[in-house]
């Protein structure tokens, strides 16, 4: 089934297409291609999360991939902890936690792609939303992070491989 965005001004002309056998939505450009997809499973803790929290105010404008990546983050305070990605994207990242900072706090985080180990990509972001608890065994306890700088060859490093790897899933 296929569903065209026609409202929401920033993401006209893209549709939707629910796959039924794979349980995802898959997210087109206005020119046909692949752009992202979204298992169902999310979409149902996101709209949970949503009501649970009261308030899921950030949009995503990248597409994204569940992809444990190690990573490190400061607080405001200059404490650093050491954890994993659960997903990434170009506009942020999930970062595994059973102690999520508040909505709102700055961070900075520091990672390596799969491809460039050596290479660290630095952003700063800002706590959008959490999970305070374990979904179904499935999904950790963390925060989702929306980067507000990132450098652009970065940025653009980390959609090229989200990409990637969707494409990949979607091929097998």
Known sequence: MKFPIRKTVAHQEKTLTM???AETVLIHSPSGQ???SLPWSEIVQRAIQHFDDGDYTHARNYPRTPLALKIRY?????KQIDSLTGGVGGGGLFIESSDPLTPGTIVTVEFALPHRPDH??????????TR?????YLLFPGMGI???EIEEQAQKDL???VEALNR?????
């Open 132 to 136: 305070n608890k374990p979904e179904r």
């Open 120 to 129: 660290k990509l630095k952003a700063t972001g800002k706590v959008a939303w």
């Open 74 to 78: 400061a607080t405001p305070d200059g």
């Open 19 to 21: 796959d039924t056998q």
């Open 168 to 172: 990949n899933r979607l091929a097998s």
């Open 34 to 36: 692949l752009i992202g």
């Open 159 to 161: 959609i090229e491989l």
């Open 146 to 148: 929306q980067f507000m």
